[in-house]
């Protein structure tokens, strides 16, 4: 691995777990291989197959697959498994830094604090942590660099009401009222008795007086 030659790395680790399936840093290593080498699929079996305990390898397998998922929008999914990564080792602070981006990209300003807070207890705040603390994710997040990841979480599943959330307040704050009402009404399509759906909608439609 460290001389790049995976290809040889790949068969040490396919030795090791064929004589110990269950070997976790092989489990780890072998994963990362495949997703580096394009197959999520694979990456994401390997580290399904290490258990929760013992703590620091569960929460790096937690961490490696919600990861993953966020690559592939799965955005909720992604949220389940780097929260059980953060519960499994609070001092482990690759997830809680993966999921405080998560909020900022999806606007989530009481999840922000609270994700500051656990960073807090382990080291310093940097200087944009410091400026999240104190102010709306809107005032620091790029709104254009953010849709297309937001549109893609939204396209990946049609029922992430919070990502759909982010992304009707991403065009909301460059201007494109009309985007942000259509992507509520079709986020009513498939949620029609989703409350903050609804109320966004409403304050939208108030604004146009309408």
């Known amino acids: 691995v460290d001389r790049q030659d995976n290809a040889t790395a790949i068969r040490c680790f396919d030795a090791i777990l064929s004589r110990d399936a269950h070997h976790a840093q092989a489990l780890l290593f072998r994963g990362q291989l495949a997703r580096e080498a394009g197959d999520t699929a694979l ?10 305990e013992p703590a ?26 780097l ?12 997830p809680r830094e993966m999921l405080l981006r998560l ?12 994700q500051l807070l656990g960073l807090r207890e382990h080291r310093a705040w940097s200087l944009e942590e410091q400026l999240l603390f104190s102010m709306a994710p809107s005032e620091i997040e ?37 985007e942000a009402v259509a992507a509520l009404k079709a986020g009513l399509r498939d949620n029609p008795r989703n409350p903050s759906l609804s109320g966004l909608l409403a304050t939208h439609l108030l604004q146009r007086s309408d």
């Open 43 to 52: 990456a994401e079996s390997l580290w399904k197959r290490i258990p929760d």
């Open 142 to 178: 790029d709104a254009a660099a953010s849709q297309p990841i937001l549109e893609k979480m939204v396209a990946a599943d049609p029922n992430d009401v919070v990502s759909r959330l982010g992304l009707a307040q991403v065009h909301a704050s460059q201007g494109h009222d009309d």
């Open 103 to 114: 909020f900022v990209l999806q606007r989530r300003p009481i999840e922000i604090r609270r």
């Open 56 to 81: 620091a390898e569960g929460s790096k397998a937690r961490y490696l697959e919600g990861a993953l998922l966020l690559d592939l929008g799965l955005a909720r999914k992604a949220e389940r498994a």
């Open 83 to 94: 929260a059980q990564a953060i519960a499994l080792n609070p001092r482990y602070l690759p």
